[in-house]
């Protein structure tokens, strides 16, 4: 078996060890943290990815074509592309940390 050592104040401390014990093992609550992390990066990608869509079609052209002629400076400044280009930075840092979970 291994330990896992969280620095914690002591309110958070009572408030984590409380939340832990409600569930039948620290088994079951790591696995229920887990499920729950992991639908929240889903749900997040998903929710980017309608965006992203959206732009597509507006400027017809595929979200990596536009990232690299972005980060090539052969597009403007304009403030949909910057949106753009932020959303593509935020949907990989999500789908990074899930490919981190599974």
């Known amino acids: 078996?291994?330990?896992?050592?969280?620095?914690?104040?002591?309110?958070?401390?009572?408030?984590f060890n409380s939340y832990i014990n409600s569930f039948r093992s620290k088994d079951l609550f790591l696995d229920k943290f887990?499920?729950?992390?992991?639908?929240?990066?889903?749900?997040?990608?998903?929710?980017?990815q309608i965006d992203l869509d959206e732009l597509e079609k507006k400027y017809n052209m595929t979200t990596a074509e536009f990232y690299t002629q972005f980060e090539n400076s052969k597009?403007?400044?304009?403030?949909?592309?910057?949106?753009?280009?932020?959303?593509?930075e935020l949907q990989q840092e999500s789908k990074n940390k899930l490919y981190q979970l599974l």
């Open 1 to 15: 078996m291994s330990q896992i050592r969280l620095e914690l104040n002591s309110d958070s401390a009572d408030k």
């Open 75 to 88: 597009l403007e400044d304009s403030k949909d592309f910057i949106l753009w280009a932020g959303l593509c």
């Open 34 to 48: 887990l499920y729950f992390q992991i639908n929240k990066l889903k749900r997040e990608v998903a929710r980017i």
